[in-house]
C-alpha cells in the first residue's frame, strides 16, 4: 500500500533542504561544506530538538504548499483525487546517531485521531536507510494492531524486522497509509537522517467515526488543490440551501 517515487523538481526539493540548513547553521561558525546528514558533528542529543523547531518554523514561512506541488501532485492525483486537503503544517524529524530522544515507537496516526483515509508524504532529504530510516509494516502485522483494538485489548508491541525499514535516495519520497504502523528505532548508523512529513486528504472522504476536531479541516488541515468543477458546485449548491 505504500509507494516510493521520484520527487518530480529537484531545485524544490533543494530549496526545502537549503532553507533547514542554513536554520541549522546560522549563529554557528562552521565549514559550510557541512550536510544534513553531518548535523550530529555540531550537535548533541539535547539541543537538536531546539535546532529542529528552529528550522521548522523557518521552513513553515516558505511557500512549501507550492514546492510540494511541483515535485509531488501529480503523483497524489491518481490515489485521491483533484480536490485535495493538506495538513497545515510542514512536520520536520531529525533523527542523529544514538539519539533515544527521537524515537517513535510503533504506531498508527488513527490512534491519534488522524482519519484512516489520508495519505503521509514522507520526504527524506537525506539518504535514509537501516535504522536511521522509518520502518513501516505490512498489513498482515499492522492487523494484528487493529484486531487487538477491537477486541479491548492495549496496543501489542509491535518490533520492526530489519527489512521492514525504508531505503530511500535523496530525490524519493515516500506515500504512505498512516493507518500501516510506523515508527522509529534509535539510529544506529553513522549518519543523521533528516525528513519531511505532511498528510493530505480528498474532500470527499471521511474522518474517524468519532471526528477528532483538531484533526479535522480548519484546525489541521487546509486546501491543497481544489478542482475548477468543484468550486462551481459548491456555489450550485448555495443555491439549494
Ligand atoms: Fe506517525
Redesign the pocket.
Known amino acids: 500500500m505504500h509507494k516510493i517515487q521520484d520527487f518530480k523538481c529537484v531545485q524544490s526539493l533543494n530549496r526545502l533542504r537549503d532553507c533547514i540548513l542554513s536554520s541549522c547553521l546560522e549563529d554557528l561558525e562552521c565549514d559550510s561544506s557541512i550536510s544534513l546528514s553531518n548535523l550530529h558533528y555540531l550537535f548533541d542529543s539535547d539541543h537538536i530538538n531546539a535546532i529542529r523547531l528552529k528550522a521548522f518554523h523557518k521552513l513553515n514561512q516558505l511557500n512549501w504548499e507550492s514546492l510540494l506541488s511541483i515535485g509531488c501532485l501529480e503523483d497524489i492525483f491518481p490515489l485521491l483525487g483533484q480536490d485535495l486537503l493538506i495538513q497545515k503544517k510542514l512536520n520536520l524529524s531529525i533523527q542523529m546517531p544514538d539519539d533515544s530522544t527521537s524515537v517513535?515507537p510503533a504506531?498508527s496516526?488513527c490512534s491519534s485521531g488522524d482519519s484512516p483515509f489520508e495519505l503521509v508524504i514522507w520526504i527524506p532529504l537525506t539518504d535514509a536507510y537501516s535504522t536511521n530510516s522509518m520502518f513501516l509494516l505490512d498489513e498482515a502485522r499492522s492487523t494484528i494492531f487493529y484486531e487487538s483494538i477491537r477486541h479491548g485489548g492495549t496496543s501489542p508491541l509491535l518490533s520492526p524486522a530489519p527489512n521492514d525499514f525504508l531505503e530511500l535516495k535523496y530525490g524519493q519520497y515516500l506515500i504512505f497509509p498512516?493507518s500501516l504502523i510506523?515508527?522509529n528505532v534509535v539510529n544506529l548508523t553513522h549518519t543523521t537522517r533528516v525528513s519531511l512529513n505532511v498528510r493530505v486528504k480528498s474532500v470527499f472522504s471521511p474522518y474517524l467515526p468519532k471526528p477528532v476536531p483538531d484533526r479535522m479541516y480548519g484546525a489541521y488541515y487546509k486546501e491543497w488543490h481544489i478542482s475548477k468543477l468543484f468550486r462551481w458546485n459548491m456555489g450550485v449548491m448555495k443555491s439549494f440551501v
Do not use: V
Request: net charge negative; no cysteine; charged share 15%.
Open positions: 517513535l504506531h496516526d498512516p510506523h515508527g
